[in-house]
């Protein structure tokens, strides 16, 4: 018997069924062990000796490995074609290795599709695990591990709020801050323009003025309303006649099938996916076999593929959308790994895979690769100019008209931040025409900053700059969400706080580690030790004797110096210069102190010079003082009852309220669904008030109270809870009311303090289990359950698009993981009763 190791579950069923009898096929559910999170892992005094430790979730399956690996006649690491697939299976060798369970036979094989033909080929041509790839690997993952666990502790202890950094993440999370201080560093800049709309043969067009008093106008040149007024009198009272007419053909030449980051970006402008959702969209895609491996930076198809698409172009198509040869793509990414193939579907003749998200997916990728193969769209590009009499007053009218779409019958790229071509249709004209003049208006612009990053543009741009690598920037863009340096907006990337502040620190005193030539050369350096060309412990050793002695030097240093040097360094940010020219740092409260950087229990803020009796601050986020200042508390009045004065104040959780000082001083949040607008004294006595008492039960007769708590506002009776729906019926339920939610609460157990909550929405019954799905609202978010198991949805999901396939897809996946409870405690064995006494032997008497 064969053993062959994959990585995922609904992979390893598909390839046994390939493979069949005499083959037993297992999944090792991805890594098996990893470096654990601790000091010591990576030894540089030693080599650089690496201590792995395997995850403890895995053991069950290890120990079903290991148990089929003692009775099979060879091992197959049958793992996925990159470094983290071979890494994988050397791993596995390893751990089977220690344990004196490795087969004699030990082969390596890779396919980038898995369908019968693929995985069966692929069998043939077993060959030994590349070492210069694990060597890659190996540096690689030392390197994040020193990075990350060299400077976390620094920034625990220098700089507050920070959690931590890594190689790639900190150099993504500068160009998002970077291009966040472009934008607000932005000024606006006013121009106009003038456009006429005019008619010729019945056919109206916009014509832009492109010549005023004799002299060309470039886009800025009309700054002022009166410039632009002037502009448009001279074109509404001109007789205009055309001049010129130039028409040039323009050809359009298909894009290459996708890479792993050309599909990133295009599912985020197509889809709205996230980079995170797209990979495990691809996945599923990938391992029910319906495209090639998702994760690779070449473009170039398989013969056979190219040959398949073209069969279906000829076959859906005339003779013109078909080019007399293949089209042949060579990668020009930095860096690029050539033996993978594009992403591509493994049958042209399939073009529907999935369903919702991952039918979509499978849509895009399908359509990319086949338009790939397809003939060059052709248009017709039109430029019409047009003088007044006198020749100092001109307008320019420019069209194009399709001739042949070729691949655009099929696929189009989709743009960021582009305004895209003028493609509007011009009437046929010729010089000495004179068309009819309808109106000129003028309209005002602005100019407008650089767009800020979406998930798009930043993969895009990391890869321009040959950082990181195409399965590592989804994952990269997570962390940096999921540690909250940045947040998302209508899918831009907006640097929080925390993120400006980390990357301040870096840039001040890790320059050379955040710089973006400095990180693209390391990955150079890791690439050629996969190729061979470089050794692994060496490059390590190089970067280890310049990084840890500067990391000393900064641990060295006082928490208040760095604050005081990121001060200066961030001075033309925080303080930049004032329009009269007065000092920038003078503080616009008490007229006295200088603002400075100072750094508190929860992060940096600018402060007054003379705090305590000053007490005005700003967040560190926020440029010149714009928006962000907080004045400290806001008196609102007096309690009526107490005469304790109330006020309303601004903390780590966000707003709040407080009545008296000190310790007696009784707070309470203000609740996000309370309209600022609408609150005064009145709502924060309200707020100071709470418990509600609404009234004594009338079957218990012990008290109902209404309260505002961690989860949100509810309702306690007896050591009961029922949930509120809002702030304002914290204060307006009433008994009957009360008791009513109280009941529905207790007939519905099992949600700690709140009811259960109805389904968001019914499913329907799973394809494969016929088990009921539905969607569900829980603490930590949406989930689906089908009565057996729950799986979260991700948060790239959205809930109301989220269709029954998709649900099911995720519930196998959750089904399908290994468990990650805690062991049982092991009981004590029971001490076994003492035996009894076997009753003497009676002995015989010899008389």
């Known amino acids: 018997m064969q053993l062959v190791i994959v990585e995922s579950p609904a992979k390893a069923k598909t390839i046994e069924k390939y493979l069949g009898p005499g083959f037993k096929v297992l999944a090792s559910y991805g890594h098996i062990r990893d470096l654990p999170p601790k000091d010591g892992s990576v030894d540089p005094e030693n080599g650089f000796e690496m201590l792995w430790d395997n995850y403890a979730d895995k ?18 690491l049958a793992t996925d074609p990159d470094r983290e697939g071979e890494a994988i299976s050397w791993h596995v060798q390893e751990v089977l290795a220690h344990k004196k369970a490795l087969p004699k036979n030990v082969g390596r094989v890779t396919f980038n599709a898995i369908t019968k033909a693929a995985v069966t080929e692929a069998m043939k041509n077993p060959r030994e695990l590349d070492i210069d790839l694990i060597d890659a690997y190996r540096a690689r993952r030392a390197l994040d591990y020193l990075v990350g666990f060299t400077l976390s502790p620094i920034l625990w202890r220098k700089l507050p709020g920070a959690k931590s950094a890594g190689r790639v993440q900190s150099v993504a999370l500068r160009l998002i801050v970077e291009r966040d201080r472009e934008i607000e560093a932005f000024k606006a800049q006013e121009y106009w323009s003038v456009k006429a709309s005019m008619e010729h043969k019945g056919q109206k067009f916009e014509a832009r003025l492109i010549r005023h008093l004799g002299t060309k106008l470039d886009k800025m040149d009309l700054k002022t309303e009166v410039q632009a007024e002037t502009a448009r009198l001279a074109a509404e009272t001109g007789n205009f006649v055309i001049d010129s007419v130039e028409t040039k053909p323009v050809t359009r030449n298909p894009q290459p099938p996708f890479t792993t980051s050309t599909l990133q970006q295009e599912a985020a402008r197509k889809l709205g996916f996230s980079a995170s959702h797209t990979m495990r969209v691809a996945q599923g895609l990938y391992e029910d076999g319906a495209i090639t491996y998702m994760r690779t930076d070449g473009v170039q198809m398989d013969g056979s593929a190219i040959s398949a698409a ?82 100092q007053t001109g307008l320019r009218a420019t069209g194009q008209v399709m001739k042949f779409p070729g691949f655009l019958a099929v696929y189009e790229e989709g743009l960021d931040d582009s305004e895209g071509e003028d493609s509007a249709i011009l009437p046929p004209m010729a010089v000495g025409d004179s068309p009819a003049k309808h109106a000129v208006d003028k ?46 907006e209508k899918n831009r990337l907006f640097a929080e706080e925390s993120g400006r502040l980390l990357t301040a620190f870096l840039e001040r005193f890790f320059e050379r580690y955040v710089a973006y030539d400095y990180t693209a050369g390391l990955e150079d350096q890791l690439d050629d030790i996969s190729g061979g060309r470089a050794q692994w412990q060496a490059f390590l050793e190089s970067f280890w004797r310049d990084f840890k002695p500067k990391t000393v030097e900064i641990m060295d240093l006082k928490p208040s110096d760095i604050t005081a040097e990121l001060d200066q360094f961030l001075s033309p940010y925080l303080f930049p210069e004032r329009e009269d020219g007065s000092d920038p740092r003078l503080c616009p409260k008490c007229g006295e102190g200088k603002l400075a950087l100072r750094g508190g229990r929860f992060g940096a803020f600018v402060a007054c010079s003379n705090y305590p009796e000053c007490k005005y601050t700003r967040k560190f986020a926020q ?56 609150f005064g004294l009145e709502w924060a006595i309200k707020l100071l008030s709470l418990p509600r008492i609404v009234g004594l039960h009338p079957e218990s007769g012990e008290p109902v109270s209404a309260a505002i708590g961690r989860y949100g506002p509810y309702l306690v009776h007896a050591g009961k809870y029922a949930r509120l729906s809002s702030t304002a019926e914290v204060f307006e339920t009433g008994m009957n009311s009360a008791v009513v939610k109280l009941a529905e609460a207790a007939a519905n157990p099992g949600r700690g303090r709140g009811a259960a909550r109805a389904p968001l929405k019914e499913l329907g019954k799973h394809p494969r289990t016929e088990l009921e799905i539905k969607l569900m609202e829980g603490r930590f978010g949406p989930y689906v359950t089908d009565g057996t198991t729950n799986a979260t949805l991700p948060k790239s999901v959205a809930s109301d698009a989220l269709t029954l396939e998709e649900a099911a897809q995720l519930i196998d996946a959750r089904a399908a993981m290994p468990s990650k409870g805690k062991p049982k405690k092991k009981t004590a064995p029971k001490k076994a009763a003492p035996k009894k006494k076997a009753p003497a032997k009676k002995v015989k008497k010899v008389e």
């Open 59 to 76: 053991a069950k399956q290890l120990k079903a490995i290991t148990d089929e690996a003692k009775k099979a006649d060879g091992l197959i």
């Open 310 to 391: 073209r069969k279906t172009i000829s076959d859906r198509f005339d003779s013109g959308y078909l080019p007399e040869k293949p089209r042949v793509y060579q990668t020009k990414a930095k860096n690029a790994q050539e033996a993978h193939e594009a992403i591509r579907p493994t049958d042209f003749t399939k073009d529907k895979a999935g369903s919702g998200d991952h039918g979509r997916l499978y849509d895009l990728i399908y359509k990319r690769a086949m338009a790939s193969q397809m003939a060059s769209a052709r248009m017709e590009r039109t430029t019409v100019d047009l003088l007044d009499g006198t020749g």
């Open 443 to 488: 309209t005002q612009h602005f100019t407008q900053p650089p767009p800020r990053f979406s998930e798009a543009t930043l993969v895009k741009r990391l890869e321009e700059l040959g950082i990181g690598r195409p399965s590592t920037y989804a994952s990269t863009i997570q962390v940096l969400k999921d540690r909250a340096y940045v947040r998302v």
């Open 623 to 678: 440029p010149g003082g714009e928006n962000g200042e907080d004045t400290g508390p806001e008196v609102l009045g007096v309690h009526p009852e107490s005469e304790l004065e109330i006020s309303r104040k601004s903390g780590r959780f966000g707003p709040y309220v407080e009545m008296g000082e000190g310790k007696e001083a009784k707070r309470a949040s203000i609740p996000k669904d309370v309209p600022s607008e609408d």
